[in-house]
């Protein structure tokens, strides 16, 4: 076993400068629309992230309210938290020249959106900026739109890869579509 307490990683990468594996972590459901964090993290060995007793640190879940309190010391807190059901999938670090040079090196993560959530969340693809290779904990939209202003979704991003020439493609089966992202405006 390398880490233990990560639910549902659906993503995971290598960071080619580290050798460290980060993961795109789908956190728990059924405790509203504002609950759990979804998160995006570097797993370190033998490290421990909290499920099924713990979230975000050492936030106790109500589910398993009062059991293993020896646990919650241990709990490794995630690097960049995102919306609660963002449904994070794919992530890459992108290496690319396409973009902008301030996004060498940094995450691309793909957000497939939100079920069960009153108000959506997701249905985008997201930058979390690294430096000296650790999150800054801060995430921003890079690709938007499959939301309409009413709340329907037409799309719904799933992967994500990088192109011989930098660009992106992101794959989406909400509209079973392959796009094609290219920066114009350096």
Excluded at 53 to 58: D, I, L, P, Q, V
Excluded at 146 to 175: E, M, Q
Aim: charged residues 20%.
């Amino acid at each position: 076993m390398y880490a233990y307490g990560v639910r549902n990683c659906v993503g995971e990468a290598i960071n080619p400068i580290t050798g460290a594996l980060w993961c795109s972590t789908n956190e728990g459901d059924a405790l509203g629309d504002n609950l759990v964090p979804d998160y995006i993290t570097h797993v370190e060995e033998g490290g421990f992230y909290g499920w099924p007793w713990f979230y975000t640190g050492g936030r106790q879940d109500p589910w398993h309210a009062g059991k293993h309190p020896e646990l919650k010391s241990k709990v490794l807190p995630p690097d960049v938290l995102l919306q609660p059901h963002f449904a994070s999938l794919e992530m890459l670090f992108y290496d690319g020249l396409q973009f902008t040079a301030e996004y060498k090196d940094d995450v691309f993560a793909v957000e497939h959106g939100s079920w069960n959530r009153q108000k959506r969340a997701g249905c985008e693809v997201i930058r979390a900026p690294l430096q000296n290779w650790k999150a800054t904990g801060e995430y921003e939209d890079l690709l938007t739109g499959f939301v309409t202003a009413d709340g329907r979704v037409w799309g719904r991003p799933v992967g994500v890869a990088v192109a011989k020439n930098s660009s992106l493609f992101v794959s989406d089966d909400g509209s079973n579509s392959i796009w094609h992202v290219i920066c114009t405006d350096k």
